[in-house]
């Protein structure tokens, strides 16, 4: 013992680094062979992984190709089975689309929804129709002046009131929700029930429109025609009108549709202040809502017509080629031309933009 502690330190040194060098030397053997032996676990793990891998695909591919008949007994053709019938019945959950009528209710009820979510949208709307017949009603005569002059006045306010209607018609099929029934369509709506229930739900908006607009013409023009004669007409010409406004909207994009409407709306009333049954004018003359509208206009207010003003209506109305006993005439000739529009345009949802509908 005192020979260790007389040793100098140099030495004691020394062993202690050889005895450190040789933990080290102990410690990363040690971890070698540990990392050798997780290294074979870790590969044949992976090994049989594969074997077992390819085992099931061998599997699978002997199912598929065994006939049907053989493929009862074993298991692979009993996961088959299961599978075809797990595919069978998510075939047979899928639903019929529901028909016509159910399909025009859920079409209605939607587009009933839609416009009632917006009430400031529709209530500017409908301040507008007051302002418009309001203005026109002020610029008009006021009951006072001839039939000339009254033809006149009216020439402005069919021009407006078609104008109102075409704009309003073409929002209905050509707006925003053009996208929406794209998509539905291609999944299976019917084109039938979503243009009836439009239509039917624009026939509510066209009773009010004509009700506000005409209620302000009325009140500041003071007409000598009877209100329900003169609502009869107004009706009658946004019929025709919004009709027309549906076969823009299938054949042509928004913006396109609105300024053809106005160019429509101007030039149908240019040709009914012509008064003109022969050649190319009287034919555009006939199918002319302008005309219609302004003739059933013509006849309510000359009906009530009294004192000297009575001697010249038959005058006034030889000239115009009006007959005073048409004024059912009229209503009809517009329903008519409202109702082939709506035809028109039916058609044109049907058989245009069937890309778009795949």
Not at 293 to 307: D, K, M, Q, S
Request: glycine share 6%; with cysteine.
């Amino acid at each position: 013992m005192s020979d260790v502690l007389c040793m100098q330190p140099k030495v004691l040194l020394r062993h202690a680094r050889r005895l450190l060098l040789l933990g080290l030397a102990l410690t990363a053997t040690a971890v070698r062979d540990n990392l050798s032996s997780t290294a074979a676990a870790v590969q044949e793990a992976v090994l049989s992984i594969r074997t077992a891998a390819a085992d099931q695909l061998q599997d699978w591919a002997a199912m598929l190709a065994a006939p049907r008949s053989s493929s009862s007994s074993s298991g692979a053709n009993s996961r088959l089975r299961h599978s075809r019938a797990s595919t069978d019945a998510a075939v047979s959950s899928r639903r019929s689309p529901p028909g016509l009528v159910r399909q025009f209710y859920w079409c209605l009820s939607r587009a009933v929804l839609m416009r009632t979510r917006e009430p400031m949208l529709v209530f500017i709307e409908y301040i507008i129709y007051a302002i418009t017949g309001s203005f026109l009603g002020l610029m008009s005569d006021r009951g006072r002046g001839s039939i000339a002059d009254y033809v006149g006045n009216v020439v402005y306010n069919i021009v407006a009131l078609g104008m109102l209607a075409m704009v309003s018609g073409i929002k209905v099929f050509g707006g925003p929700d053009r996208l929406v029934f794209y998509r539905k369509a291609s999944a299976g709506l019917s084109k039938l029930a979503y243009f009836w229930a439009l239509d039917t739900w624009g026939h509510v908006g066209l009773l009010l429109r004509c009700a506000v607009y005409l209620s302000m013409y009325y009140s500041f023009s003071q007409p000598r025609a009877v209100l329900w004669q003169m609502y009869m007409v107004t009706c009658a010409i946004y019929y025709a009108c919004t009709g027309m406004a549906y076969v823009l909207s299938q054949l042509m994009s928004p913006n396109a549709a609105q300024l053809t409407a106005a160019v429509a709306a101007l030039i149908n009333a240019l040709v009914a202040s012509k008064f003109s049954t022969s050649g190319v004018m009287g034919v555009l003359n006939k199918i002319s809502y302008a005309r219609w509208g302004l003739e059933g206009y013509v006849i309510a207010e000359t009906n009530y017509l009294t004192g000297v003003w009575l001697l010249a209506r038959c005058a006034d109305l030889k000239w115009m080629q009006y007959d005073i006993n048409q004024f059912w005439y009229c209503i009809k000739m517009l329903m008519y031309l409202g109702f082939g529009s709506r035809i028109a345009a039916c058609l044109g949802l049907l058989l245009l933009h069937k890309d778009k509908t795949l």
